[in-house]
């Protein structure tokens, strides 16, 4: 994802210091139909290229966390598992949220 988003910004000839706007399509999926999913995925591919630029894996649930919650779990401070809090029905609208940021801090897109 990191060389498609290179690959861009060589596309449309812009200084490495300044973000490059480009065309994209976003599209949200997710484990189950309906909106009652606990897991789901969002992409953004370039229009350009037609590359994926980025993806966000979300999801409301652990199944690690849940089968070891009568157990004595170490880790479970250090495990980084549940990143989505909210209706699955709104995972799309965020996914693309965090993607949108996470480009231009990191690819300058």
Same mark, same amino acid.
């Given at each position: 994802m990191i060389k498609a988003a290179e690959e861009i910004r060589r596309l449309k000839v812009v200084p490495s210091n300044k973000i490059s706007s480009c065309g994209v399509s976003v599209d949200g999926t997710w484990? !189950? !139909?309906g909106y009652s999913s606990l897991n789901g995925c969002t992409t953004i591919i370039s229009i350009d290229s037609g590359k994926v630029l980025?993806? &966000?894996i979300m999801s409301h %649930? $652990? !199944? *690690? $966390?849940? *089968?070891n919650d009568n157990v004595r779990y170490k880790n479970k &401070?250090?495990?980084e598992c549940s990143n989505y809090v909210g209706s699955s029905g709104n995972? &799309?609208?965020?996914?693309? %949220?965090r993607m949108f940021e996470r480009s231009k801090r990191l690819r300058k897109l």
């Open positions: 484990q !189950r !139909r980025d993806a &966000e %649930y $652990c !199944r *690690t $966390c849940k *089968t &401070e250090n495990h995972m &799309e609208p965020v996914g693309v %949220y």
